[in-house]
């Protein structure tokens, strides 16, 4: 029997080293309970597995606290540049856009990629005009703009070198360091029809240089769902490029007869680290296992099957 | 004993309904088999993979009977986007490029992207600014652009449908349908160090959105390659990115157990139609034995182990 469930999460990286008040941690727990709770509750009427990462990912994007859509990371150029993804894993179709700037929910124009267009992967200007011809909500750039990303770019840009990171409240509010953490998010879930689908979102990479384009929008690489497993993914997104990390978790099940658990760890303790690479995943199989290793000191994250209060957490060992 | 060796195609597709001469077709075999000849000279020298299909994706973009560089198909808006991708089997470390108009060899800037950048993919103005600023040699927009692809357009937009097909030659020169073919080019080799290393370049699809991207430029969909195998493919690029084609040979052979051309003809006779995709691959294991499977009528395609002649096609059944 399939379990309909839901897991999100925010990105990972290191520990801030600055102590964190309950209180401060409070609102980044807050946020992802509140989000896997409005998974839950579309998937609870009936929703598809694909409306309901669909829905996390959007709530994901419209938070400032997490590198994606509002409070997505600059480029070194001051831009912001935005890729998602969205996997079906009825049809293992994709819908993905990279290099966007102009469309409020990222995820949405991956969505209507996926179901409105023969292809799968559009970039730049063609996709925010495909977006835009199919009614999506366009914003200035600067609507992704926050103080937090900005300050991030001073001191990236102080100390010469590109972060693989993000975070939107002020440096000193947040549980992982804003300069040291992988900045994605993304959501996995299966619906009480047994479907799986996966969607992955992300800001990029604060200082990158313009034109860079990491794992997240890449079907296979950062986001990956098929009729057996749904994955996303978050960290050094060339290494997830490299390794194939979010088909990976698939094949390693589907070829090499592992478990979910097994092979979500084989890709993130051994082959991410092997290339020099860091990170976490979340993944979910046909039977509503869930999976959602790191090998950072954290990864915000959360997930709730139907009926069951929302697990949360920031740190390992819970 | 790995055995150096170099194979190359230049897209699969139908054949072209119009009797063809011989010497026509020994127009198309003869480019091949220059081709193959060249990487199979580097390789003798003691060159590595890489150069080798560096070297002879370079020259099946400059060959304008093949669709990359020189010869590319036109978008809908009749410009032209190109994309490459390059894999170095030793380090599993890759670089790509998309979207890109004005660079004379995207295989070059992908190479560039490669050796001196910490990113794997680049798109657009900013990929086109790396290469410019790493000494790549800039060309107009209509520097790839020929009569017989302007021609292509007409017809497509004539009927209305987006073409997963390409060629340079004049409509009734070529044996394998100009209307009907999947336009992408790419190498494989092993040199005589046993490193592998493969290449991919497409000039994308006849009549497609701007902003589209296939396999082609994705590490792990359109080329792919580790210390076990390489692998190009050429086909219906949406179909290959949802399936992962080029790293699921790897994938197969690793955790699965098949040998090279038992993957190779998995992906091609059974993953691809799976999805209602068509197309082929070539590939090259650390053994030296070579794959050259094709689902569609034809594929262009040539290989050459060291100190043999190049052995060249189009149909099947050779």
């Known amino acids: 029997m399939s379990r309909a469930a839901i897991a999100i999460h925010g990105g990972a990286g290191a520990i801030a080293r600055a102590a964190l008040s309950a209180e401060q941690e409070q609102h980044y727990l807050q946020a992802l309970r509140d989000i896997v709770a409005s998974g839950q509750t579309i998937l609870a009427a009936g929703g598809s597995a694909l409306d309901a990462v669909t829905e996390a990912v959007r709530l994901l994007e419209a938070c400032p606290l997490f590198n994606a859509g509002k409070g997505s990371v600059f480029t070194h150029a001051g831009t912001h540049e935005l890729d998602a993804c969205i996997m079906d894993g009825i049809t293992q179709d994709a819908g993905a856009v990279a290099g966007v700037s102009h469309i409020r929910h990222p995820i949405l124009a991956a969505r209507a990629v996926l179901e409105k267009s023969p292809h799968v992967l559009m970039i730049g200007a063609g996709a925010e005009q495909f977006a835009m011809d199919h009614g999506l909500e366009p914003v200035a750039a600067d609507y992704f ?4 990303r900005w300050q991030q770019l001073q001191r990236a840009q102080a100390i010469q070198q590109t972060l693989l990171d993000h975070d939107g409240a002020a440096q000193e509010n947040a549980p992982l360091d804003n300069d040291r953490k992988l900045g994605t998010v993304g959501a996995v879930a299966i619906d009480s029809a047994g479907h799986l ?3 992955t979102s992300t800001g990029g990479m604060t200082n990158k240089q313009v034109g860079r384009v990491g794992d997240s929008p890449l079907p296979g690489a950062g986001c990956f769902s098929n009729g057996r497993v749904a994955v996303s993914c978050t960290g050094t997104g060339e290494t997830f490029i490299r390794t194939q990390a979010a ?5 390693l099940m589907e070829y090499g007869g592992l478990t979910l658990p097994q092979a979500a760890d084989r890709v993130i303790f051994e082959k991410i680290p092997a290339l020099g690479g860091s990170g976490g995943l979340i993944a ?3 039977d509503g296992n869930i999976a959602l290793p790191f090998n950072t000191e954290g990864m915000y994250r959360g997930y709730g099957w139907l009926g ?5 957490n920031i740190y390992r060992g819970s």
């Open 247 to 251: 088909y990976d978790v698939a094949a």
């Open 145 to 148: 703009s926050t103080e937090a």
């Open 197 to 199: 689908a996966a969607a």
């Open 308 to 312: 069951a209060s929302p697990v949360v």
């Open 284 to 286: 979910i199989d046909a």
